[in-house]
């Protein structure tokens, strides 16, 4: 129950927070697909669904000779519909969180070149507020004008400019990134800059140690592509098996319009969806 609790208070989670300059400010602990990616997702759910359910569970109400009859063709357009359905429902909250996850190492990417540029800044004897203006200069030059991390150096500096403490500002960004490294950032750089402590060299050191955990999960992910691609590849296997089978042999595609037949689809369909979920459990590296 505890779970489900936190579950539905995640996904009441506004997509944008208004800042203390009543700016719309990016929430990345969700992420809220637009009209287009809906759209695209739903068709690429939809479709792949449709044909799944018609490689299983196509082909129902044939006549005796195995010629497909009216019934088998709506059978198979209520099987198209109803599995496409099923299997956009399905995919939605999974490619959210694949977006979202992406999202997240984007963000830390460039979380880490915000450090760089600013360690150099400061550095070179530059003030917190400069260093800014001139980490926000390099950043545009690296990314693009609307990246994550230029949007929020650029309500830094405007936070600045209009009075409001850099540290709140840290903190903010700290809080809605839902990223352990920039949220401790932020805590570390209120405590010290309030204090009047070496600013230089906590970023130096935060840059350092987020720069390991990347590099670490590169290699990581490098060592498991070659598995991950054999995972995939066991995935689909078993649906080009029996699409094989009942093309080739009338009599084994009979069996699966059978009462037998589509419960054993059923069931392996179950197994197929359970293995699938553990493979990605075992591979699903965290930062």
């Known amino acids: 129950m505890g779970l489900f609790k936190k579950k539905e208070k995640k996904e009441l989670e506004p997509q944008y927070i208004m800042s203390d300059l009543n700016t719309p400010m990016l929430n990345y602990k969700v992420y809220v697909m637009s009209k287009q990616e809906k759209l695209i997702n739903f068709l690429i759910a939809f479709i792949a669904g449709g044909v799944l359910g018609l490689i299983f569970y196509g082909g129902q109400f044939r006549d005796s000779d195995g010629i497909a009859t009216k019934a088998t063709m709506i059978s198979n357009i209520i099987i198209f519909i109803s599995v496409g359905l099923i299997a956009s429902k399905i995919f939605f909250p999974l490619r959210c969180k694949q977006l979202?996850?992406?999202?997240?190492?984007?963000?830390?990417?460039?979380?880490?070149?915000?450090?760089e540029s600013l360690a150099v800044s400061l550095s070179s004897g530059m003030n917190m507020s400069e260093s800014l203006i001139s980490t926000h200069g390099d950043l545009?030059?690296?990314?693009?004008?609307?990246?994550?991390?230029?949007?929020e150096v650029k309500e830094m500096i405007d936070g600045i400019q209009n009075n409001i403490p850099i540290e709140n500002k840290m903190a903010s960004f700290g809080e809605r990134s839902e990223i352990e490294d920039i949220k401790n950032f932020g805590n570390v750089f209120a405590i010290c800059y309030r204090a009047g402590g070496n600013m230089k060299d906590i970023v130096r050191r935060t840059n350092n140690i987020i720069s390991e955990k990347i590099e670490i999960n590169e290699e990581i992910e490098t060592a498991l592509s070659s598995n991950k691609m054999q995972f995939n590849a066991m995935m689909v296997i078993p649906i080009v098996i029996v699409l094989l089978l009942k093309t080739m042999s009338s009599s084994f595609a009979a069996s699966f319009a059978t009462v037998p037949g589509i419960i054993a689809t059923t069931i392996a369909i179950g197994l197929f969806i359970a293995a699938y979920k553990l493979g990605q459990k075992i591979t699903d590296i965290k930062g």
């Open 140 to 151: 545009k030059v690296e990314y693009s004008e609307n990246a994550y991390i230029v949007t």
């Open 100 to 115: 979202h996850d992406k999202r997240q190492r984007e963000l830390t990417k460039q979380f880490r070149s915000m450090l």
